[in-house]
């Protein structure tokens, strides 16, 4: 496993890392006394930042590491990373190279992909967890390609078990018909035309995601563009590399995912074959919700179904 240096950034939550929401059970001043951040250095050379959320019980369980989906910044997740300390767990989130926290400069700058995230960001992040809490429990949380992470990561054996969120294969036309909609687009012309321009793509400006690095799109577009998705693409290697991952790994659906489709979600989790998976489809209704989609789950308006779906697996 790579080795990576590490340097304390603040005691104290950011501004914009606070709850969206205005009545958050989570205070500025709670947050501020469980939250450290720090900046890791990976042997790419670039740096990341990741967060430890400090376990509000005596006796810590074990450490969770939540991996976010693409384009999607870790502060997101602090709602969910709260909760999880009240069940006994610290927790760590991270956001990859180009995303978050985690531009250095502009973000036309990054020179990562996300099979560059998996060998680089996600090893660092693990060996950070390694020196920290060598002597827990390490649950990996994956969302969307957080979950692919499992499978192109170079070892998965610091992690005891994990947990995939809304992960599926990215391949268009079998996604959920939302999705399924402007996502041609998004692949044969929105990409093609402003990544090779800009340098980047402008999530920001276009109010889709955020602003993502070119490596990240272009190869993202070209895993898309495969029935097989990225193993399809990138051949033989990494189909062997998804196959040879033994952690066990519980997969979380939304019924209503409106990006993922259980056929999405069915060939990324099939692509593990030597790991023990059991799989966990989540109506809405059932946990007392009219919606839940494909990004949002990790808010505070979703504890109750964290209970109910979370808690289970955690605390069982």
Not at 191 to 211: E, Q
Request: aromatic share 12%; net charge neutral; hydrophobic share 40%.
């Amino acid at each position: 496993m790579k080795n990576a240096t590490q340097t304390d950034i603040s005691q104290s939550a950011q501004p914009e890392t606070l709850s969206e929401s205005s009545n958050s059970a989570y205070t500025a001043a709670e947050v501020s006394k469980s939250v450290v951040e720090h900046k890791i250095v990976t042997d790419a050379g670039h740096s990341i930042v990741l967060k430890v959320f400090n376990s509000q019980q005596v006796s810590v369980k074990g450490v969770c590491v939540v991996a976010a989906a693409t384009g999607v910044a870790q502060y997101l997740y602090q709602d969910f990373a709260l909760w999880l300390t009240t069940l006994g767990y610290d927790v760590v989130t991270f956001d990859y190279d180009g995303i978050g926290l985690s531009v250095d400069k502009h973000v036309k700058y990054c020179k990562s992909d996300v099979l560059s995230w998996a060998y680089n960001d996600c090893p660092a992040v693990l060996d950070f967890v390694e020196r920290h809490f060598f002597d827990l429990e390490c649950i990996w949380i994956g969302h969307s390609v957080g979950g692919h992470m499992l499978g192109m990561m170079p070892n998965t054996a610091q992690i005891s078990r994990a947990i995939t969120v809304a992960a599926g294969t990215g391949t268009w036309w079998y996604n959920s018909t939302p999705t399924k909609r402007v996502s041609w687009f998004l692949w044969y012309f929105l990409v093609p035309v402003t990544v090779p321009l800009l340098g980047y793509f402008p999530g920001d400006k276009l109010n889709i995601m955020c602003n993502l690095p070119k490596g990240v799109m272009m190869q993202w577009r070209r895993w898309c563009l495969k029935e097989g998705y990225a193993v399809e693409k990138e051949g033989q290697w990494l189909k062997e590399r998804f196959a040879n991952v033994n952690v066990p790994i519980h997969a979380i659906a939304f019924s209503d995912d409106e990006m993922m489709s259980m056929k999405n979600i069915d060939m990324l989790h099939s692509q593990f074959s030597s790991a023990n998976i059991t799989r966990q489809t989540v109506n809405p209704k059932d946990v007392g919700h009219k919606r839940i989609g494909h990004i949002g789950w990790h808010k505070e308006r979703y504890q109750s179904m964290w209970e109910q779906v979370f808690k289970p697996l955690l605390t069982g």
